[in-house]
């Protein structure tokens, strides 16, 4: 198993559709991260979680509800999204947040297309 | 306010030497961090400066001078594998990451 798995790889859906995104982490990290990125843009940080709480939230619409039922799962549920919210989704962990010099290890994200 | 800047893409030819810089404005620091993105794939870590100079990791060296708010990623003897996007981020004071755009590198035979 690789660091940080995420699934599913490409995911279509209409906007009154509820699908969820899953991210797993097999580093015994305890901080997980979703990312959006867009092209051409910076990725926008979505969601910190730290040892299954929340610590961040940066004014994401409440169409996007992350789950962190322990500290290697991440979920992203996602309903009645807009096309502006097709992206990629990145899921990353690091071994804690806040500090310096942490680094993240990134899953290889989901493709995500709105109609 | 906080800002990063990179060029958008760059070319260079397989074997030569390529440097992408990144300028930023931030209120504090903690740290400047450079990670590579092959298409399709995940981002990963290559390197971390919080000291101003370069640091050294093979062919790829990271260069920081706090003091010009500047930084490069040198990669040298390039290979047709570098060709990737490479991203700058930074951590500001209170230790959130700022990232850049990302410069995608093209490397031609």
């Known amino acids: 198993e690789t660091g940080v798995t995420q699934t599913p790889r490409h995911l279509v859906m209409g906007m009154t559709n509820k699908k969820s995104l899953k991210c797993e982490q097999h580093l015994g990290h305890n901080a997980m991260y979703w990312y959006k990125q867009s092209a051409k843009k910076p990725l926008e940080l979505m969601f910190v979680y730290s040892l299954e709480e929340r610590v961040e939230n940066n004014s994401v619409p409440s169409r996007f509800s992350p789950e962190c039922p322990n500290s290697s799962h991440l979920f992203l549920h996602l309903h009645t999204l807009q096309p502006e919210d097709s992206a990629l989704y990145l899921c990353?962990?690091?071994?804690?947040?806040?500090?310096?010099?942490?680094?993240?290890?990134f899953g290889s994200g989901t493709q995500l297309s709105v109609l | 306010g906080q800002n990063i800047d990179q060029p958008t893409e760059m070319t260079a030819t397989e074997g030569a030497i390529v440097q992408i810089n990144c300028t930023y404005q931030t209120s504090g620091f903690n740290g400047l961090f450079w990670y590579q993105q092959h298409a399709g794939e995940a981002p990963t870590f290559l390197s971390y400066n919080v000291l101003d100079g370069l640091e050294e990791k093979g062919r790829f060296s990271s260069f920081l001078s706090r003091s010009k708010g500047y930084s490069y990623l040198l990669l040298k003897e390039l290979q047709m594998k570098d060709s990737a996007s490479y991203l700058c981020a930074l951590k500001d004071s209170n230790y959130q990451l700022i990232w850049g755009a990302g410069t995608k590198l093209i490397i031609k035979p």
């Open positions: 990353a962990s690091s071994q804690d947040s806040g500090t310096g010099s942490e680094k993240l290890f």
